[in-house]
């Protein structure tokens, strides 16, 4: 979540211990627009969130991507059984 806006927002990786060492707080949810390049008019909202619990019933059939270290802990709590099913789920 440190560098997640930089990664996605501006295709740049920006190593997240930085703004842990400055004693930036860690965001829970946050926003950015992307424009597409095949198409200037198309712009397009998303949201990140840091927690699955943040989530509100909607939010489920809107994923289009999951970041995970692969840890089956991760999954824990996800409106899907098995991280299996969350990929089968999270695919455009």
Request: hydrophobic residues 35%.
């Amino acid at each position: 979540m440190y560098n997640i806006l930089e990664f996605l927002g501006k295709q740049k990786f920006v190593d997240s211990r930085l703004a842990i060492e400055s004693g930036k707080e860690k965001p829970r949810e946050l926003s950015f627009k992307h424009t597409f390049e095949t198409d200037s008019s198309t712009v397009m909202k998303f949201k990140v969130f840091d927690s699955t619990q943040d989530l509100r019933p909607d939010d489920w059939s809107n994923i289009v991507c999951v970041f995970t270290v692969g840890a089956t802990w991760q999954f824990t709590n996800w409106h899907w059984p098995s991280p299996k099913a969350v990929f089968e789920n999270c695919t455009y």
